[in-house]
C-alpha cells in the first residue's frame, strides 16, 4: 500500500491504501462487489478476506485511506457516523460514565441518552470550554470522554490538549468527532485524544451523496476491540459507498481550503450586517476561544452560525427566501446549505438543554460550500433583505 506517513495530505489523499489493481492495471480501487471469497482449502484464505461483513478489499482500502489522513496507525468504516458512535459507546459496560460534550451533534446526543442510558450507561454534560467544570465532571467511573470540537451549532472550541490531559489523570479514554474539521484541518489523535470519529457524510464524502463513518486509532488493542465490535454488530457500509468515499477523499484538501475560504468571507461580511446580531465563526477574532482555535486547527471550517435581529419570522423570512443556498439538513458538501437548528437539526434536543445552549429561534447555521462566493453573499444578502 501507498501509505507513505512522511508525505504530505495531498499525496496521502490520492495515494495512501491504494495501489493499482494488480490484474489489470487499473488505477481506482475496484469496487469488490462481492459477499464473498473462495477459500483454497477450508481456512485459507487470501488475505483476510473470507466475508465481506468482517473484511472487503475495497473497505480495506478507504480503512488504509482514511487511517493516513489522521496520521493513524488504524481505520474502522461504519455504515454511518452514528454507527462509529455507537461502536465507541459498545466499549463501555453497565454503570460506566461518560463526560460528554454538551453541544454535540443531535444524533450523538440521542443515541447516549435514549439507547445507551437505558443500557446503564451514566452521563454528564458539560460545558468543555470551561476546564473546571469539565474536571468536576469526572467520576470514579468514567471510563469515556467524547469530546466534538468545533462544536454544533454554536462553533465552541474544545481544547483537545486540555482536556485529554485530564482525561489520562482519570484513566479515561477520549474520542473526538472531527466531522467538522475532517482530517485535513484538525487530527486529535496528535493532540492526545485515543480515538477519532467521522461522520464521512460530510466533509470528507463532500458531494451529498452518501452516509457513512469511520473511526481512526493507533492502540492495537482498541484497534482490535473495535473490529471486533464492528464485525459483531454488522454495522458496515455498502462497497459502493466505500468506493464513494475513496473517490472523493482525493479531493478534500482541494475543497477543504475553498470551504475555509468561503466560510471566512462570509463570516466577516455577515459581521458587518446592520441585520446580523452575531457571527460565530472561530476564524473571526471576535470568537471566545479564537486563541484555542488557532492552536489546533490549521483553518477554521466552511460552518458559520449566525444570530439574526429579530426572531422566528426573520429566521423563517431568510431561509424561505435563499436562493443558491439550500434549505437543508446535513453539512460539508460542494453546494451550500443553510437550516434552523432549533426546528431541524436540533430538534431532539430537549428545549430546556437547548435554551441553556442558546439555539434560539434567531439562530440560522451556515454550511458553506464552494460555489463563488460573490455569488453566496449576493444570495444572503438579499434572503436578510
Ligand atoms: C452528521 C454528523 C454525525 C452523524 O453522522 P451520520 O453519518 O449522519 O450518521 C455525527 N457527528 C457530527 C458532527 C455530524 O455532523
Known amino acids: 500500500m501507498h501509505t507513505n506517513p512522511s508525505h504530505g495530505f495531498g499525496t496521502r489523499a490520492i495515494h495512501a491504501g491504494q495501489t493499482p ?5 487499473a ?3 475496484p469496487i469488490y462487489q462481492t459477499s464473498t471469497f473462495v477459500q ?14 468482517a473484511a472487503n478489499p475495497t473497505r480495506t482500502a478507504l480503512e488504509a485511506n ?24 459498545h466499549l ?5 460514565h461518560v463526560v460528554l460534550c454538551d453541544d454535540v451533534y443531535g444524533g450523538t446526543n440521542r443515541i447516549f441518552h435514549r439507547v445507551f442510558a437505558q443500557l446503564g450507561i451514566e452521563i454528564t454534560l458539560v460545558d468543555m470550554t470551561d476546564l473546571e467544570a ?18 454544533n451549532p454554536m462553533l465552541k472550541i474544545v481544547d483537545i490538549p486540555a482536556v485529554t490531559r485530564l482525561a489520562r489523570e482519570h484513566g479515561a479514554i477520549t474520542a473526538v468527532d472531527n466531522t467538522f474539521c475532517s482530517p485535513y484541518l484538525q487530527n486529535p489523535l496528535s493532540l492526545g485524544a485515543d480515538i477519532v470519529c467521522h461522520s464521512t457524510t460530510k466533509y470528507i ?44 477523499t482525493k479531493t478534500l484538501h482541494v475543497r477543504m481550503d475553498r470551504h475555509c475560504d468561503n466560510a471566512m468571507r462570509i463570516a466577516k461580511h455577515l459581521e458587518q450586517h446592520p441585520k446580523v446580531e452575531r457571527v460565530i465563526y472561530p476564524g473571526l477574532e471576535s470568537h471566545p476561544q479564537h486563541a484555542v482555535a488557532r492552536k489546533q486547527m490549521r483553518a477554521f471550517g466552511g460552518m458559520v452560525t449566525i444570530y439574526l435581529k429579530g426572531g422566528l419570522a426573520e429566521s423563517r423570512a431568510m431561509l424561505e427566501k435563499v436562493k443558491i443556498f ?8 460542494v453546494e451550500s446549505l443553510i437550516e434552523h437548528p432549533a426546528i431541524m437539526t436540533h430538534a431532539s434536543v430537549p428545549a430546556d438543554q437547548r435554551a441553556k445552549l442558546g439555539i434560539a429561534d434567531n439562530l440560522v447555521r451556515l454550511s458553506v460550500g464552494i460555489e463563488d462566493c460573490n455569488d453566496l453573499i449576493a444570495d444572503l444578502d438579499q434572503a436578510i433583505g
Open 40 to 53: 483454497k482449502s477450508p481456512g485459507v484464505i487470501v488475505e483476510e478476506y473470507d466475508y465481506s461483513r
Open 326 to 333: 439550500a434549505l437543508a439538513e446535513s453539512l460539508g458538501g
Open 134 to 151: 469539565t474536571k468536576a465532571a469526572f467520576q470514579p467511573n468514567t471510563k469515556l470522554v467524547w469530546i466534538e470540537t468545533p462544536t
Open 27 to 29: 488505477i481506482c480501487t
Open 205 to 248: 464524502g463532500g458531494h451529498s451523496d452518501a452516509i457513512g463513518g469511520v473511526l481512526a486509532m493507533n492502540d492495537p488493542n482498541l484497534h482490535k476491540r473495535l473490529k471486533f465490535i464492528q464485525l459483531s454488530e454488522g454495522a458496515v457500509p455498502g462497497i459502493q459507498e466505500c468506493f464513494l468515499f475513496l473517490r472523493s
Open 92 to 96: 463501555l459496560s453497565a454503570g460506566d
Open 66 to 89: 482514511i487511517a493516513s489522513l489522521e496520521g493513524a496507525e488504524h481505520g474502522l468504516a461504519f455504515s454511518s457516523g452514528v454507527a462509529a458512535t455507537g461502536a465507541v459507546i
Open 21 to 25: 489493481d494488480p490484474s489489470t492495471g
